[in-house]
Nanobody
């Protein structure tokens, strides 16, 4: 069973940067698609970036493309996924969740229902 632990949330000013981490452990899958979702109060949870742990290829939603970078490190039977968030905007403020599903990201979309495992979430606040 995959376990996900997120860290790195916090506050930043508009234009600033933050980095989130998500560690996937406790599994024997050779390949995971790990995604970052966010949910602001009163809004639906939306995907912002995802990465294939095998090939390291990242995909981004239009709202963060060019500002956020997703990357991964596979080591010691764990997959650590980073989300570097630059040029933050007030609209980036939300609870950010890490989610995972087995298999290639090319076969997975942005639907919440496609992901079987979720982290506990980490809060991002952006002040203008």
């Amino acid at each position: 069973q995959v376990q996900l632990v997120e860290s790195g949330g916090g506050s930043a000013q508009a234009g600033g940067s933050l980095r989130l981490s998500c560690v996937a452990s406790g599994h024997t899958y050779s390949r995971l698609c790990i995604s970052w979702f966010r949910q602001a109060p009163g809004k639906e949870r939306q995907g912002v970036a995802r990465i294939d742990t095998r090939d390291g290829i990242g995909l981004y939603s239009p709202s963060v493309h060019g500002r956020f970078t997703i990357s991964r490190v596979n080591a010691n039977a764990k997959n650590t996924v980073y989300l570097q968030m630059n040029s933050l905007k007030p609209e980036d403020a939300a609870m950010y969740y890490c989610a995972a599903t087995s298999g290639a990201c090319a076969l997975v979309g942005w639907s919440v229902s496609e992901y079987s495992v979720w982290g506990q979430g980490t809060q991002i606040t952006v002040s203008s």
